[in-house]
Every structure is written in structure tokens, then in C-alpha cells.
């Protein structure tokens, strides 16, 4: 299996410009997680699906800030306008929905906003 | 609130010399736990996971974690620390199996290995 997978690996954008970062889950995963993490607030939990419906949205910091899960495979977290403080490491983990698997993480996109 | 606290931030040894790693929770139900690994520029794994079987968990690359609900603690050990086990260190706390979202993670244990 090819793991989590996520692109960007890297991206340097300026100020104001969208940003969209896309996570494909493990085959016959049907929960997805988005995490953020920087050096002040660690990792953080932004918003999840279970079967491509956003269960809990509540850790996206501000309007800013979208996600989606078209289907089963792909989601993509979209940041627009960014800001500076956008700047983080952003991770994308799945998991088969109910049970007591861990979580298996992407090797996150690095954000930077200039 | 649940929580999870890893009580050191940076631990330093010496290669060949034991490795622990504390972690202690708050807990209202029965938790899943586990132990996340993150190499430097690298996303994270997982090393090992408890939920609710043996009380001594193994993990990949010699490491362990006992789960002591009496002192709500899940401590990571190695006996013998590689150069290659520098990285930071993340304790996890999950209500729920960690399927609905509520991963709990502690501030991480960078752990810095001498030669």
C-alpha cells in the first residue's frame, strides 16, 4: 500500500495568494483528518470526514480556511486568502471509520507564506 | 477534559544507554493510547498502540510501554538507544479508538541521542 499520500511536499507562496494542499487516503479508508502543526501550538486538529461528510470542522481557525472530500479518495484543504501565519506543517491522516485502528499519517505539506 | 501531558520536553542520552519517555493522561473512560514517532522532516508513525489488551505494549524498534492506570501514566522505554532513534516523540490519547477525530496529542518529547 502506498501509504497516505499528500502534495505539495513543499510550498512558498506570498501573502494573499490561495493555497491548496490535497491528501489521497489509504485505499478503504473512509475517515480523514486534517492536522496542522507548528512550534507554538503543536499539533492541532482541523477538521475530519467520515464517508467524504465533515463531522467536525471545528479546529479550522477562521473562513480562511475550506475543506472538501469530493470523493472517497481525494481531499484537498484550501487556504485563501494566506496569511503569514498560515505558516505550518500540514498533515492528512485515514483511518477505517469505528474502529480501534490508529490513525496513518501523510508525510504533510510545509507551508510557507511570505 | 482529557488530556495528555509528556512530562519532559527534551531528553538526552547516550547511545546504548536506556531510553524513557514519560507520558501521564486524564482520564474519565478507558483510553486508547499510543506512541508516535517524527524524524525531522518527516511526517509521523506510529510506534505502538494500547486499547484495553496486555498492559506491556511492544512496539517497533525495540521500544515498549506499560499502561498503569493507576497512575494513569503510558511511559516509553528502550533499552538500549540507536543514533537513529533521534527524533521527537509524540503520546496520543484517543476516547473513542481514534476513528471520530478526538486524538488527544501531547506537546512531543524531542529525545537527542550521543555517541
Known amino acids: 500500500d502506498a501509504g497516505v499520500i499528500q502534495s505539495p511536499r513543499h510550498e512558498v507562496t506570498e501573502m494573499g495568494q490561495e493555497v491548496t494542499l490535497r491528501c489521497k487516503p489509504i485505499?478503504?479508508?473512509?475517515?480523514l483528518f486534517w492536522y496542522r502543526q507548528t512550534m507554538m501550538r503543536g499539533l492541532e486538529l482541523l477538521i475530519y470526514?467520515?464517508?467524504?461528510?465533515?463531522?467536525?470542522d471545528s479546529g479550522m481557525p477562521e473562513d480562511r480556511f475550506s475543506a472538501k472530500m469530493p470523493n472517497a479518495s481525494f481531499s484537498t484543504l484550501k487556504i485563501q486568502p494566506s496569511e503569514p501565519r498560515d505558516s505550518a506543517v500540514y498533515f492528512c491522516?485515514?483511518?477505517?471509520?469505528?474502529?480501534?485502528?490508529?490513525?496513518?499519517f501523510g508525510p504533510g505539506t510545509r507551508l510557507t507564506v511570505l | 477534559a482529557q488530556s495528555v501531558t509528556q512530562l519532559d520536553s527534551h531528553v538526552s542520552v547516550s547511545e546504548g544507554t536506556p531510553v524513557l519517555l514519560r507520558c501521564n493522561y486524564s482520564?474519565?473512560?478507558?483510553?486508547?493510547l499510543f506512541w508516535y514517532v517524527q524524524h525531522p522532516n518527516k511526517g509521523l508513525q506510529l510506534l505502538l498502540k494500547?486499547?484495553?489488551?496486555?498492559?506491556l505494549v511492544k512496539g517497533i524498534n525495540g521500544f515498549e510501554a506499560e499502561f498503569k492506570k493507576s497512575e494513569t501514566s503510558f511511559h516509553l522505554t528502550k533499552p538500549s538507544a540507536h543514533m537513529s532513534d533521534a527524533a521527537e516523540y509524540f503520546c496520543?490519547?484517543?476516547?473513542?479508538?481514534?476513528?471520530?477525530?478526538?486524538?488527544?496529542f501531547g506537546k512531543g518529547t524531542k529525545l537527542s541521542v550521543k555517541p
Open positions: 496520543v490519547v484517543s476516547y473513542y479508538g481514534g476513528s471520530q477525530g478526538n486524538l488527544i
Open positions: 470526514f467520515n464517508n467524504n461528510v465533515p463531522i467536525d
Open positions: 482520564s474519565s473512560y478507558s483510553p486508547s
Open positions: 491522516a485515514s483511518v477505517v471509520a469505528g474502529s480501534t485502528d490508529t490513525q496513518y
Open positions: 494500547y486499547t484495553s489488551a496486555a498492559t
Open positions: 485505499s478503504g479508508h473512509n475517515s
